[in-house]
């Protein structure tokens, strides 16, 4: 049977860049994917902050357009924007951003192969089904297969508590749009939010995340639009990370871990992290000759000692959001429109790391009207802890 020091399930975004760092620090390293090709079918908006690019690595070459700030829209009047002046985020082709990002880890050793999904792990070993049907034998298995979770079911792990659906279509424009800022609407998804992102002056990206009638939010936001779909993306974001990312000698990371940003829906940043801290805890275990789950621990202290406490309050946070109603976001809407606010913003709005912001402004004698709404956030929560 063929034996892999690490190997990767999944060919996605944080199973390459886990992979890259694997094959770096020398371990015989194997990648399967379930899919033909690298980067497809495409299930993300490629809104990515600049940080968040930076994590992946790559060249310009998936960058499609830069955005400057964001316009967030009530529907019942109320209206912010936020001018940083300069590039604040990036969107990607997904399917580029991927493609390149596998052959990074192929160039540093990593063995990618295709057509290859994992159907089950017993003890040491995954089997594949397929074409490519067989047994390979590992030291550490790195579960980055995403949101399917086929690894955690089949060892019997506990998943992420939520799961969103998101919906998502291009629509080429009869007329240009202005391309410098994402648009947000809170209240098109009462669950999450719904965006429109400018790709091109010609192409917006619209869509949202929600638990329930999705679809039917879905239609009715996409007729906002008049133009032609030319592309259509649906998907899952699991919410909430799994109560254990580590153990039978396995390593979960980025979606199949839950490690996406609970209030943006965006696992990029944090999940292209957590793939880098899990090939280096294999690379020690392995190293060590120990590859008992006391050890492989070591990667989860390291990937909550990063985002963990931000993963935690975006999870009460975005579950508390459903509970507040149109009328109260577009209030709180117009009381983020005082100039002070707009200028924290603008000054240390983090899309990876919030609560530091947050903080910040509950501090703001501007926001006090909505104090009362900001507390049902739990927001009140996260000052308390940072003053404390
Ligand atoms: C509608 C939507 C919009 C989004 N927008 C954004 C955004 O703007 N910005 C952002 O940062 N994030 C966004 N996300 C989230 C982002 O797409 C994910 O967080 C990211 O793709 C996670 O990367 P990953 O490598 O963990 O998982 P994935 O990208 O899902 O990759 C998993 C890989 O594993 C493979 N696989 C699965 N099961 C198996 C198996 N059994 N055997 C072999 N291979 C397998 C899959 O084919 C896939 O290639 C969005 C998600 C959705 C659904």
């Not at 316009?71 to 009047?77: A, F, K, N, Q, Y």
């Not at 089997?127 to 550490?140: L, M, S």
Request: aromatic share 6%; net charge neutral.
């Amino acid at each position: 049977m063929e034996r892999y020091d690490c190997v990767v399930v999944g060919a996605g975004p944080v199973g390459s860049a886990a992979a890259e760092r694997a094959a770096s620090l020398g371990l015989s390293t194997l990648v399967l994917e379930e899919h033909a090709s690298i980067g497809h079918p495409v299930q993300c908006a490629g809104l990515l902050s600049t940080a968040a690019f930076a994590e992946c690595l790559v060249s310009d070459r998936p960058v499609r357009n830069r955005v400057q700030g964001a316009r967030i829209v009530s529907d019942l009047g109320g209206e912010l924007l936020f001018d940083a002046g300069c590039t604040k985020a990036l969107i990607v082709d997904r399917g580029d951003l991927d493609l390149e990002m596998a052959r990074a880890a192929a160039y540093a050793g990593a063995e990618f192969r295709l057509k290859s999904p994992v159907r089950q792990v017993v003890d040491d070993r995954v089997v594949t089904g397929g074409p490519n049907a067989t047994e390979i034998g590992f030291g550490i298995l790195i579960a980055a297969d995403g949101p399917k979770g086929t690894v955690a079911r089949s060892l019997g792990m506990d998943r992420s508590p939520t799961h969103l659906a998101g919906v998502q279509a291009d629509v080429l424009l009869p007329e240009a749009v202005d391309t410098r800022f994402v648009e947000l609407y809170p209240n098109a998804a009462p669950e999450f939010f719904a965006w429109r992102i400018p790709v091109s002056d010609r192409v917006v990206r619209v869509g949202l995340c929600g638990e329930t009638g999705v679809r039917e939010q879905f239609q009715a936001f996409l007729s906002r639009w008049p133009g032609s779909v030319i592309h259509h993306v649906s998907g899952t974001i699991p919410l909430g990370t799994m109560p254990r990312t580590y153990g039978k000698r396995t390593l979960f990371v980025g979606d199949a871990a839950g490690l996406a940003k609970p209030t943006s829906g965006g696992g990029i940043y944090t999940g292209v992290r957590s793939g880098r801290y899990a090939a280096e805890t294999a690379a020690a275990c392995l190293e060590a000759g120990d590859l008992s789950d006391e050890a492989l621990a070591a990667y989860e202290v390291r990937w909550k000692a990063d985002y963990g406490r931000e993963l935690a309050l975006g999870y009460r946070l975005q579950l508390a959001r459903r509970r507040v109603t149109p009328e109260e976001i577009d209030r709180l809407i117009r009381a983020f429109g005082s100039p002070k606010v707009i200028q924290a913003i603008v000054e240390s709005g983090d899309m990876d790391r919030p609560s530091a912001l947050l903080s910040r402004l509950c501090r703001m004698p501007s926001l006090w009207s909505v104090l009362p709404i900001l507390m049902r956030l739990g927001i009140a929560e996260i000052v308390g802890r940072d003053s404390s």
